[in-house]
């Protein structure tokens, strides 16, 4: 049965998953990179990025690899495309992450702001909602056929999902450094309230592996 | 030198130390008996309650046992001392621990409200102080002598002291459950820009273990 599904959402211990001050230079705002170390050295995550049999292996790659698995669809808020706030000034912004991201499938950008499908290299295609998380869901379930619709970040997009209860799976991350500030994935969200309970937990060195569902 | 402590301060996921509506029946608040599941099996804990050699051995174990080495004063905050508040209707009310409370050290009491020293079977004096943080702290570390001073909660209470860069060593045990809503630790609390960063950090199948100190 397809999934709607949060994986590998790194946090800091504090709860923030991304730090202040989001720029060009900080895509994860300041400090933010620190949350994904654990997962740049898997070797899930070299494969996935053209490094071959390079990497760790072992439980922290496991949850690299199975958030890489069986993902039809992506939806994103707008920040996590860019930093562009307000109306598009033109079309050159096209991500983060050069000509070919790591996508590889159907993309949906929450936006208030209409812009044209954007087609990338290797098989990804961003298009930009302006009717609300429930249209982008309807559209990505549509896309990813018989896989799952993975939400991508940032925080205010994986919260807004939650209140709606519209996630069946969230892997958390939480990494034992602290940001102090920035984008608090637990700030006014009650996950008890919506229905989720812990599934699955599990430590290793780097990063404490959480799994979330609802009953 | 002597350190001011806080230890086994056991957090949610989500980052509370403990739940919504503390009350007689639920001195720790709603699902927060939770959070300390973890170190009520450990030998060090059966140990300081009379049980003797029964219990847990390992990183949990060695944990409970720092917590309790080397206290020569509490502090706490007058929530963690009982479910009153405003002034004391009379002197009834001698804490949650019964006749031999589990300090067996001066233990300092914040509160608006003053009230007589209370001393209890065990070693354990409750003292009331009304003129502020720093003036307990100041109370807690004579009498401690050569002894650390452990702050012992709740949240608002080790919050203040934080905010006054006053906390030595805070260890943290993150147990994976959700509470989703009560006193929450992180809540407005930018503990980089205090000059806390992440000491030490051991995770065990139960909780994740986190030591924070100052540069």
Known sequence: ???VRVDAFSLSLDGFAAG?????????GEGGMALHQWALGTRAFHAAHGGGQQGSTGIDDDFVARSMHNVGAWILGRNMFGPIRGAWPDDTWRGWWGDDP????????????????LAMAGGTTFHFVTDGIEAALARARAAAGERDVRIGGGVATVQQYLRARLVDELHLAQVPVLLGAGENLFAGLDLPALGYTVKQHVATPAVT?????RD
Do not use: C, N, W
């Not at 996508?103 to 929450?110: A, D, G, R």
């Open 102 to 117: 790591p996508y590889h499938v159907p993309v949906f950008v929450l936006t208030q702001h209409a812009r044209e499908p």
């Open 1 to 3: 049965m397809q999934k």
């Open 20 to 28: 202040p001050r989001q720029s060009l230079q900080d895509p994860l």
């Open 209 to 213: 592996h959480i799994v979330l569902g």
